[in-house]
């Protein structure tokens, strides 16, 4: 997964927001546009829209994205930070036997999630499904384990995001069908994640908020979902599946953008320089 890009209606305040709470680096401001990401990794990309409303209530969009850090020490930084800068952005916190992870809302409402794995060879499957669960985990507990005087600041990814959409059927048939990702756990017919590349879930569509929704208006939120996939021929593979399908694509020569059935944008990008660090999908 790469970059998550959000419209913004006030850009300065949320670029204080993830870089001096969230600990994120301000890669770049040209203008409207501001990057913030981790070493040479963009992780958030914020564009100014301040001509755009809120979201409606219970639309279809963002649930939260989520950025992976490598390191629990990385991670307790960045909770330490948001907890001391603005604990009244933390929604919540919980250990997913595969994960940990902690929650929060930026300034304008958008969900986040920050997290670290477990090792692969700790996760238990049955039949092709991920075991994972919702137990308690203590944010303070964490912080005190966890929390070094000097952390290493080390790689921070966009790990997977999670959406909200009108019906899970739906979701399965344009993500899992269409686009080609693997069904890796299912809560009945309010949650679905997927994933390329065994991984515990690149993407998750619920909906717990948006049970119905349509497709969604242009509005402040969720902007574009970037995916990365091994190298070109995999970009024309893909933009034949989405012919075949009928699926609207824009094809630049480099990337593949197209929107699912609630109108959240996905860009689809070849990787320039691949390698066993830097996992791509197989869609």
Do not use: C
């Amino acid at each position: 997964m790469g970059a998550v890009t959000l419209r913004v209606g006030n850009l300065d305040a949320m670029i204080a927001y993830y870089r001096d709470v969230v600990t994120l680096e301000l890669q770049s401001h040209d203008g409207p546009v501001a990057v913030l990401g981790r070493g040479q990794t963009p992780l958030v990309i914020l564009q100014h829209a301040p001509e755009l409303a809120a979201a409606e209530p219970r639309s279809a969009g963002l649930y939260h994205s989520a950025i992976l850090f490598d390191t629990q020490a990385d991670l307790a930084a960045a909770v330490y930070s948001i907890g001391a800068k603005s604990p009244g952005t933390f929604t919540g916190s919980a250990d997913h036997l595969v994960s940990q992870a902690f929650y929060f809302t930026d300034p304008e409402g958008n969900g986040i999630e920050l997290y670290w794995d477990r090792d692969r060879t700790l996760w238990s499957w049955t039949h092709g499904q991920v075991e994972m669960a919702s137990l308690h985990l203590d944010p303070n507990a964490f912080i005190s384990e966890h929390l070094s005087a000097a952390p290493s600041e080390g790689r921070a990814v966009v790990g997977h995001v999670h959406l909200s959409v009108g019906d899970v059927a739906s979701a399965r048939e344009f993500y899992v069908n269409r686009l080609g990702f693997e069904a890796t756990a299912n809560f009945g017919p309010s949650a679905l994640f997927v994933s390329a590349g065994g991984y515990h879930h690149h993407m998750a569509m619920n909906t717990w908020e948006s049970s119905g929704s349509g497709k969604r208006r242009l509005a402040l939120g969720l902007g574009e979902i970037s995916i990365t996939v091994p190298g070109a021929d995999d970009i024309g593979a893909l933009d034949e599946r989405m012919t075949h399908y009928k699926v609207p694509t824009s094809h630049d020569g480099q990337t593949l953008a197209f929107d699912d059935p609630w109108a959240n944008r996905i860009r689809v990008r070849a990787s320039g320089a691949a390698s066993a660090s830097d996992p791509v999908a197989t869609l």
